[in-house]
């Protein structure tokens, strides 16, 4: 694949540069010192040092990709489903707002060439690392832990988004990956689960670094619960959200005042912002925060959300900012936006003074997982226990234990939606994997069209449950096949 071959220079050039990178931009998360020449890549992996600063490279890279990991999965899918809207500045025109995502888009190709470019540093680094015999047994098998995590990671957003079009290269050697075939979605959900597992045989409780930005065993866990979630198997999704539960390095859940704070226990893995060119803490903060009071904000949350709050929720309290915007300066008349606002700091001065990291595992989810899990096997006791739970830390009252099936569904897609607003592509996700309460395959199907009726050049159909693929990589790439309707 041409893509293939882009990134393949990109992942050389990024292991022959990671020393000055590091020593600029992850010094606290290496906590190593580095060597001050360039490392040839086949010795990147044969000291603990070099190696801990290769595998740490591969989340500053994630922090470049603003299509991606780094603000995009959050921004594209909430537009994309009833989270977000666009102001009056580019209504007509987003296609993610208006489901318009073409082959040829933009959009799609940065998308695809950000997630594919993560998995080929991933594999580089699988293989250099087994290779390795010159590496302390613990660190070679923290680190290898780390890279089937973040493997693992990238495919299960790779998949929910291109389902079975997507390739899944599981080597960097260039004549393997430039004719990878399209994969059925169960094939690379069974490869993730895998992934996963070979990450919790080599990871601890112990993080590796203070901030959380690099994964321990828990983060393998939480992510495994969700795959099996997803792919309906529910007792092992107890089994692992238990383990989380469990640990004791999470809980209590603190309150949403303070969950998106850099101190908070409630993350579980999360990104740390880059101080090149400007530290930007996280990139919702930067998306979504209003600046200033003058001009509508770009995005704003949509109305169907917005009345979805119970009155008193303190997530509303915490996690929804209101900005009064003037139609004229200095004029007393204000119409009032609201914003995402689970994070306030779209800017810092250095690492040590942002109080905000970019949260992309928390231990709530794993509630809302143990919910809907145990309302799969029938145990509603169970699961409307864990649903108070998420309710309890929001303030508000619990439900009550003898809710029907219709009841405990309904609860569970609440919650669901409130607590993952914004936040890593949750609400489009949840939409598409859940059936239709009409009895369609698709809840999306119901409720996106729905939330988006009147928008200007909206379009909806059930083949957009899935983006398509880039026709730069269908013409690089003859083994991949097109998703239907594109």
Known sequence: MKRTIRIKNKVISLLLGFSALCIVSCKKALEVPLPSNLILVQNAYNDDGTAIAAVSSMYTQMTKHTNFEWGGITANTSLYSDDIQRSSSGVTTNNFYIANLTAAGSDVKSMMAE??????????????????????????????????????????????????????????????????????????????????????????????????????????????????????????????????????????????????????????????????????????????????????????????????????????????????????????????????????????????????????????????????????TGDLPNAVANLNVIRTRAGLANLSPSLTMDQCRAAIEQENRIEFFAEQGHRFFDLKRWPGISGGKWRSDEVIPVSKAGVPNFTWATYKNYFPISDLDLLSDKNLIQNPGY
């Open 115 to 376: 997630a594919y470019s993560t998995i080929l540093y991933i594999n580089t680094s699988i293989e250099q690392l087994t290779a390795s015999a010159s590496l302390s047994p613990p660190i070679k098998k923290q680190l290898l832990g780390e890279c089937y995590f973040a493997r693992a990671y990238t495919y299960f957003y790779i998949v929910n988004y291109w389902g079975s079009a997507a390739a899944m290269p599981l080597t960097s050697e260039l004549t393997i990956s430039q004719v990878s075939p399209s994969t059925p979605a169960d094939k690379i959900y069974a490869q993730i689960i895998a992934d996963l597992k070979l990450a919790q045989a080599n990871l601890t409780n112990a993080y590796p670094v203070t901030d959380k930005g690099r994964p321990n065993l828990q983060a393998a866990n939480a992510l495994l619960a969700r795959v099996y979630l997803y792919s309906g198997k529910y007792a092992d999704a107890i089994t692992q959200a238990s383990a989380v539960v469990n640990s004791g390095l999470y809980s209590p859940l603190p309150s949403p005042a303070v969950s998106f704070l850099k101190t908070s226990n409630e993350i579980i893995w999360c990104l740390q912002g880059q101080a090149s060119p400007t530290l930007n803490p996280t990139p919702d903060a930067y998306l979504f925060f209003p600046t200033n009071s003058y001009f509508p904000p770009t995005y704003t949350l949509t109305p169907s959300l917005l009345a979805s709050f119970e009155p008193g929720d303190l997530r509303y309290t915490n996690w929804v900012y209101t900005v009064a915007v003037s139609a004229v300066i200095g004029s007393p008349v204000k119409t009032n936006y609201y914003v995402p606002g689970k994070y306030k700091q779209p800017t810092a001065s250095s690492i040590s003074s942002a109080t905000e990291n970019y949260v992309l595992l928390r231990a709530a989810e794993m509630y809302l997982v143990l919910a809907e899990a145990y309302y799969k």
